[in-house]
């Protein structure tokens, strides 16, 4: 019988099997990919809506605060806001797991138990990274550009990439808690209004001041206005934005780290936990 | 190997206010397919998800190949296989694609997870819907999937938590075929199933549990001579009723029960034999269609044990308690009526056979 046991092969060999049993997640994800192609092309619908409702339909009415084309302005928030979906898609994978008890059968099996979370949130980053893509190239077609050199323009598609590593860690380890496919599914309409209150769409300026408040601490903001800033776009902050709006980079970098160092160990943790 | 490859003792689990495991002792022999029969609610799952590693118990303990469940749960892991009425197997991906994920993640070679997932397609009939996803498959392929998934490294102990719950009669036929070529190869197999012809076809062992403990164990045979024999009497007129309930009361001791008009059963003290009850029905001028003396069913057993009832005989199997269970043929052992022979000797032997818990049982 060839029976490897995680016990007795050190930490050595103990990494070694969380990183090839994580690798054998990912390619889990890519073998859904090529099964089902048009997930990812549906994952980009509603932000080609949005495209059509903010970028044409609303924005001609809009005026970006220091001038400059809106769907330009747009764009960036259609990122972050692509970004942010990112946790309802990963609470969806997990649960579903859970639910079906994939998820199980994980657990019952001598696999690292780091595996699982880091193999999961590793494929998502993978999907994330595509989605990007997609959306760049729809961004092209509809007159978005960075304007600020490759590298600045790449820098900005890896802030999004961190941002959304670490908001798969929330996602899956609100899968783990939820464990339900329906209801992870209820709280897919959630996520418009958190992307709306944000500086995505409109400038916050004209907002009341309490609300204005949420809108700045929103990660959404952050990452939208980093977005801005690196690839050139129009709707720099104005002079009395928060913090988190005024140094956008720096903001979504701690966003991100913090929903890392919040959610990796709980994950890991729910992962572990047995019984039920 | 003396030691049961599986064992648990004082098993307790609790979620909230329900109580699903008091107590429950378990022990399985190498080789051995043991069926943990219970009605819904008995906490059959709930002792398969401990000695598989996915739930700790609040009390007790439990070992796996002389490995504690939950202190040496990755050396357990590595040991056994597990399957049941979930199919846990990805749907967006296909049969082929499954084994070959799961073989991996049980770390063998890349050659060796593709090898091996092909060989088991072959052998379980689904190497033509390989290429498949499985969202597309039937219930029954899907759940062959699962069995297979839970073989790639040939577990020493192989858990099937309600395998074929839900399935056609072809499906679960198929499953039942191969779990009996696994215990010939010599697996051993803890199976929970509330089909009462499932355990009675598969397993070597049963255990009844209820309100989570143990009510019951044995070899089919044993459980089925706890309850002694049964005699059935169909009546030609069901108006001779009264006068063939007083015959067979007489001779058993035990008022009949009358399953429908012209029907009579009741338990049958050891000592009865077939002809005298013919005998004594025709000096009382009652006319019969049918006697039968028979051991009881597994289902006569099974209701007997789980309504905690006195030797008082439950109605009949196949249609009392709600029990989603088909009748089972192969209990009876008839006798022709017209023949003067007695009772077949070697099932006079059984009756009275060891019955090893009584326990709950007011025998």
Known sequence: MAVTTMAGTGWRGRLRWTIEDGATLVGRELSRMRHEPGELVAALVFPAVMVLMFGYVMGSAIKVPGGGDYREYLMPGLFAMVTFSSVMAMTMKVATDASRGVMDRFRSMPMSRMAVPFGQTGADALSGALNLVIMAVMGLLVGWQPHDGPLRALAAFALLALLRYGLSWAGCYLGLVVRNEQTADQMLPLLFPVSMLSNAFVPTEGMPSWLRMIADWNPVSAATAACRQLFGNPGAPSADAAWPVAHPVAATICWSLLLMAVFMPLSIRAYHRKGR | ?363
Request: charged residues 25%; hydrophobic residues 40%.
């Open chain 2, 1 to 363: 190997m003396d030691e049961p490859i599986v064992v648990a003792e004082g098993l307790h689990k609790r979620f909230g206010d329900v109580h699903a495991l008091r107590g429950l002792d378990l022990a399985i022999s190498a080789g051995k397919v043991c069926g943990l029969l219970g009605p819904n609610g008995a906490g059959k799952t709930t002792a398969v998800r401990i000695l598989a590693t996915l739930a700790d118990p609040d009390a007790g303990r439990a070992r796996v190949a002389g490995h504690d469940v939950v202190r040496e749960a990755d050396r357990v892991r590595a040991l056994i296989g597990l399957a049941g009425q979930y199919a846990a197997v990805d749907e967006k991906l296909t049969g082929r694609e499954n084994l070959r994920m799961f073989g991996r993640l049980h770390h063998l070679s890349r050659a060796r997870a593709r090898r091996r997932a092909d060989e088991l397609l072959e052998r379980f009939g689904l190497a033509e819907a390989a290429d498949r996803v499985a969202g597309t498959y039937s219930g029954g392929m899907r759940r062959r999937l699962d069995l297979m998934a839970s073989l790639l490294v040939a577990p020493r102990v192989l858990f099937l938590d309600e395998p074929t719950t839900g399935l056609d009669p072809r499906s679960r036929g198929e499953i039942w075929d191969a779990v009996r070529r696994l215990a010939d190869d010599g697996t051993t197999v803890l199976l929970t199933t509330q089909y009462l012809d499932e355990a009675d076809r598969l397993a070597d062992d049963i255990v009844v549990i209820d309100h989570g403990r143990v009510i019951g164990q044995g070899t089919p045979d044993e459980l089925k001579a706890t309850l002694g024999n049964r005699v059935d009497v169909l009546l030609e007129e069901p108006g001779s009723s009264a006068v063939a309930a007083d015959v067979l009361a007489a001779m058993t001791g035990t008022a009949p029960h009358a399953p429908s008009p012209g029907r009579l059963t009741s338990p049958a003290p050891a000592s009865l034999r077939l002809a005298d009850v013919v005998r004594e029905l025709d000096r009382a001028d009652v006319a019969v269609t049918d006697v039968t003396l028979r051991r009881p069913s597994l289902d006569e057993v099974f209701l007997h044990l789980t309504d905690g009832t006195a030797h008082d005989p439950p109605a009949a199997p196949d249609t009392s308690a709600g029990q989603d269970v088909p009748a089972d043929p192969n209990g009876a052992v008839r006798q022709a009526v017209p023949a003067g022979r007695g009772v077949g000797a070697g099932q006079g032997g059984r009756v009275g056979g060891t019955a090893r818990d009584d326990e709950g049982e007011v025998a």
